[in-house]
């Protein structure tokens, strides 16, 4: 199958990390189909893309964080592209320094567990019975690392929130050992920004993009976790991504 047979499901793909992945994917060929709550991020990403490849990109409103939102999505974008092979799923947020736990009110943990769990968990329960019993198929977590280069002072619900989806991953990974399709996670020990964000350190979201890109259209590996805490781990990943 050729990339531009392939249409990968960018969960998150109007985001930060997402957007990167999504014009990587593009300009390899492949169809990239995004979902996101919030019209004007898809059209902003729409510009992003590189323009011959913009008919290549379908993009639909749409909740992937309630059951209900999640389904009929799912119908919408089954009918405008017929067939997913790959999902990469980005759900979440850029970063939160809200403040230590005791000034926090519940709904605050509430927000950022249903924003990297329950909307990560939700998505794929809907979308993986779409590539789970193909070996050609992929589904990619991206998720940040708990309690490690993060935690500093007011982070504290960033690290609950990331250790969830961490731990989520581990879950599927060991309720699933033998699936067909490849199943992998990045885990991003770092920040990810636009160039004109960037900071010391900080991963390029055109070049994470690139490595993502390559995972999925190599599809070498699967119940791995390439873990990236620095620039310089992407060659790391390009390089096992092709092996
Ligand atoms: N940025 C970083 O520095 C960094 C570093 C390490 C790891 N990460 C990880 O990378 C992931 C993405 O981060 P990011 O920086 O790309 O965040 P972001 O820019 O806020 O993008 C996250 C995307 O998730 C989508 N999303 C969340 N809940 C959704 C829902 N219920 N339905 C549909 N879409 C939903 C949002 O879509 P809409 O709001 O458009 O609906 C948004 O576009 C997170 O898991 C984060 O932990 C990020």
Redesign the pocket.
Known sequence: MSNGDRLVLA??G?????SGVVKALLDRGFKVAV????NS?LENLKEFVSPNTKPNLTTLVG???SEEGVLEVKQRLLKAVGRVTDVVS??????WQGGPPHAQPLKELHWVIE??LY?TFVSWKAFFPLVRDDPNCTYTF???GAGEKVLMPGTGFLTVG?AS?LAFCQVLREEYPEVPCKLNQVK?N????TPERMAPGFLNHLDLGEAVATLVERRNKSHSIFLVSGPADLKTVILEGNL
């Open positions: 969960l998150g109007a985001g930060t990390v997402g979902i996101s709550r919030d991020k909740n992937v964080g980005s759900l979440g947020f850029s970063w924003t990297l909307s991206i998720t940040g990331a989806a991003i770092t920040g990810v920004a």
